[in-house]
């Protein structure tokens, strides 16, 4: 793996997030219901995304 150059890392990686996106079928329904909903209960502030991604100061 350390012998890949970065752009040979990047193409493996996204050929086995593909690989794995198929392997779940329901994945695909479940995003676009994420994507879709419009509700204001379930928004995060931009404080809470930084926390939740550990980016918090």
């Known amino acids: ?3 890949l ?3 040979e890392r990047r ?3 996204a050929f086995m997030v593909g ?3 198929t392997a779940r079928t329901d994945y695909p329904a479940q995003l676009a219901c994420k ?3 419009a509700s204001p209960q ?3 502030t931009p404080e809470q995304v930084e ?3 550990g980016l918090a100061k």
Request: hydrophobic fraction near 45%.
């Open 51 to 53: 926390q939740r991604l």
């Open 35 to 37: 994507i879709d909903d």
């Open 42 to 44: 379930r928004w995060l």
């Open 19 to 21: 690989m794995e996106d």
């Open 5 to 7: 150059t970065a752009e």
């Open 11 to 13: 193409k493996l990686l």
């Open 1 to 3: 793996m350390q012998s």
